[in-house]
């Protein structure tokens, strides 16, 4: 199998679930695919929404103590959750890590998914996690976390896809270069300079700020001004062609 790494999927975290996940469906035109169960061990529910072959997750917690729960107290409720790349050898690339002083917090073992989690203190920002599910490579392909039917539930007439993640740091140029080197991408540098990690479906984008977390979420529409609209109606403030969901920025572009 010849390597590969692409983003897979990508993981806010809310105090609830609602409206959360409602509002981005409706503001974005999406359509929930899947609510996994196996996430309820972790004192979490969940929704995921594909955009195109990404999928985008909410979870919340329904009990204290949960990881997620500490996120958002850490974080005060900004910043994505988890980064989840998809990958030909996810133990290979969490060894690799390991040897970086990154340490792996959670293995899941669900043939034919094997997933492996880094620690979001080793990983700075968030967390990182590397999946594979066996004897399916291709985009459109099996993937457990997102149900047996999830491609069913890809809709396209308003949002067409994730482009970016905008990452955040006081020193994004150190950001970017550990990120790479725990995914295995070298840094490169994007028109206004800024570090990037470029993957075969999405870029990596690392500005500065204050504090590291994940900041935005770059989405391509069809019509930025219909997505603005519907944004306003449901209570959200926009700013430019952007507006503030789930802990990011969504930022939007034709």
């Not at 840094?187 to 504090?211: C, H």
Request: net charge neutral.
């Amino acid at each position: 199998m010849a390597p590969y790494m692409r983003l897979r999927q990508i993981c806010l975290v809310a105090p609830h679930l609602e409206p959360v996940i409602s509002d981005i469906a409706g503001i974005m035109g999406l359509e929930i695919c899947y609510r996994d169960g196996n996430v309820e061990k972790y004192g979490l529910v969940n929704a995921l929404l594909p955009v195109d072959t990404i999928l985008l997750e909410v979870v919340a917690p329904f009990r204290d103590g949960t990881a997620a729960g500490r996120f958002i107290e850490k974080t005060k409720g900004r910043g994505g959750y988890m980064a989840i790349f998809c990958c030909d050898d996810p133990g290979g690339c969490a060894a690799r890590a390991n040897a970086m002083g990154v340490r792996t917090a959670n293995v899941i073992a669900h043939a034919p998914y094997h997933g492996v989690q880094l620690h979001p203190r080793d990983c700075r920002a968030a967390f990182i996690e590397f999946n594979h599910t066996d004897g399916s490579d291709d985009v459109l392909g099996a993937y457990p976390p997102a149900g047996p039917d999830w491609q069913k539930c890809i809709r396209k007439d308003v949002t067409r896809a994730i482009t970016g993640v905008e990452m955040q740091s006081p020193d994004p140029a150190g950001l970017a270069a550990h990120w790479g080197r725990i995914i295995g991408v070298g840094v490169t540098k994007g028109a206004d300079g800024a570090p990037e990690l470029k993957l075969p479906n999405a870029t990596f984008r690392f500005v500065e700020g204050a504090n590291e977390i994940m900041s935005a979420l770059e989405f391509r529409v069809r019509d930025v001004a219909k997505v603005r609209d519907a944004a306003k109606a449901r209570g959200y403030a926009v700013s430019g062609d952007a507006f503030f969901l789930g802990g990011v920025n969504f930022r939007l572009s034709a």
